[in-house]
């Protein structure tokens, strides 16, 4: 898998979630934080507002998309918070949460902003805005098959949104994750280690995915991603074990093999180490 399906297969759980809202003015709707999840809002039509403590009210025109991806609370209203309640039109918002494992928590979403606001604005993000045109069609008028479409729809929107988002950071970047996948060194790296993490990489391997030699490649990508290419392979591999022993039932020694680790006790070892439980208890525990 690329980088940033791989990343989103393993931090979700449960199923996203996803609501249609026509709001009657004067109307004001308080979002409270939840822990381990991301959500978003569409504004279909109306005014509409979002205020969070300590900034600036967002004024969402119609079509225009935000997405909160670490869960803090908000409000949705139909006016900026100092003007006075009036009646007006009506306000239509599409809104949707996806649950997130925290223990699985990628660095990727971390580094992302507080708030991503995509402005509505012709011809940009046609996937985008497609995947939000089907799903609100969807929940308009449900029909044979729409309790399927929904959460495949909103797996798009939350990938078309990510991929738009780093597509769109300014370039060079310092350091972060949106440097290291739009750098085509340490982003031929990530996405060698993430198509196959059992494989036997070594940094000599990795930098030659990168067309790099060893030294300046290692440099490059702890500068970037943060930590040292064997460093993120590692805990890459643990990372999806640990999503492997939540979700089936493998032996230890098989789970232990497809994440690129020659016996159990070395795999239960690293796995220790970074989970502070053995794997059979933390599958029990999940």
């Known amino acids: 898998m690329d980088v940033l399906s791989d990343v989103l297969a393993v931090m979700r759980t449960g199923q996203p979630r996803s609501k249609q809202m026509t709001w009657q003015a004067p109307w004001s709707q ?3 934080p939840v822990p381990g999840a991301a959500g978003f809002h569409v504004n279909l039509a109306g005014p509409c507002w979002l205020t969070r403590p300590d900034t600036e009210p967002l004024h969402l025109a119609a079509g225009d998309i935000v997405f909160r991806p670490h869960g803090r609370g908000h409000t949705l209203a139909g006016h900026p918070p100092a003007a006075p309640d009036t009646t007006g039109p009506a306000t239509v918002t599409l809104c949707g949460a996806y649950e997130l494992d925290p223990t699985l928590m990628h660095p990727l979403l971390y580094d992302l902003p507080e708030l991503i606001h995509i402005p509505a604005r012709p011809g940009r993000h046609p996937g985008l805005h497609a995947a939000v ?3 609100a069609a969807e929940l308009a008028r449900p029909r044979l ?4 479409l929904v959460p495949l729809l909103l797996d798009a929107l939350l990938l078309y949104l990510l991929r738009d988002w780093f597509d769109g950071q300014p370039v060079p970047h310092t350091t972060g994750w949106a440097a290291a996948l739009n750098d085509p060194v340490t982003a031929a790296a990530l996405q060698a280690i993430h198509r196959d993490p059992a494989h036997p990489w070594t940094v ?4 030659a995915e990168g067309g790099l030699s060893r030294a300046p490649f290692a440099r ?3 500068a970037l991603v943060g930590r040292p290419p064997l460093s993120y392979l590692t805990w890459w591999r643990l990372t999806t074990a640990a999503r492997r022993l939540r979700g089936d039932d493998a032996p230890l020694s098989a789970v232990a093999t497809d994440v690129g680790y020659t016996s159990e006790f070395a795999f239960a070892t690293a796995f220790k180490r970074q989970y502070g439980t053995a794997p059979g208890r933390y599958r029990r525990q999940r």
């Open 220 to 222: 490059r990508f702890t």
């Open 30 to 32: 308080y979002f409270a």
């Open 145 to 148: 098959g729409t309790d399927a």
């Open 133 to 135: 045109d089907q799903l």
């Open 204 to 207: 000599a391997g990795l930098a």
